[in-house]
């Protein structure tokens, strides 16, 4: 199976950089990276040291319901790029385990397959998951904050 990275999509980043709001309605905090854990949601890299970055309430779902978690990410301050969706994203070898979690086409939670995994063995997980007829995408989570790193789907 080939697996999709996809980041916060250009159009949300976008909103976010020309001033708009974040989902409680609030405008972004600004800080400056010490280069260590800021990682972009929309380039899916680390925010490097001295570089400028938000930190918002992100709800990387369609529409708010009980399952639509909102949670706080970071973005760089300035335009990046979006990633390379066949890759895996430089984030996402940044920590030694992630909390990974199945939903099905409603957007709600797939119970029975949440579970921390270690760093290497996230492709495989999330892989076994997509197999499953009732998920249709994973989302990758830190697996200390619960913070949200990205959307992975078949491709």
């Not at 949440?114 to 994973?138: H, K, M, S, T």
Request: glycine share 8%; hydrophobic share 35%.
């Amino acid at each position: 199976m080939t697996l999709r990275y996809i980041a916060m999509p250009d159009d949300e980043a976008r909103r976010i950089w020309q001033g708009g709001r974040d989902a409680y309605g609030k405008l972004p905090e600004r800080h400056i990276s010490d280069g260590d854990g800021v990682p972009c949601r929309h380039c899916l890299r680390n925010v490097e040291a001295g570089q400028a970055y938000l930190i918002l309430a992100y709800r990387p779902f369609s529409s708010a319901q009980p399952y639509a978690e909102t949670g706080p990410i970071f973005l760089h301050a300035d335009k990046c790029l979006a990633p390379d969706e066949d890759s895996v994203p430089p984030i996402l070898a940044s920590s030694r385990e992630f909390l990974l979690r199945g939903y099905g086409a409603d957007e709600r939670i797939v119970y029975g397959t949440g579970g921390v995994v270690a760093q290497e063995a996230l492709e495989q997980r999330a892989e076994e998951l997509l197999a499953r007829p009732d998920v249709v995408f994973v989302h990758v989570r830190s697996a200390r904050y619960n913070c949200y790193q990205c959307r992975v789907e078949r491709r």
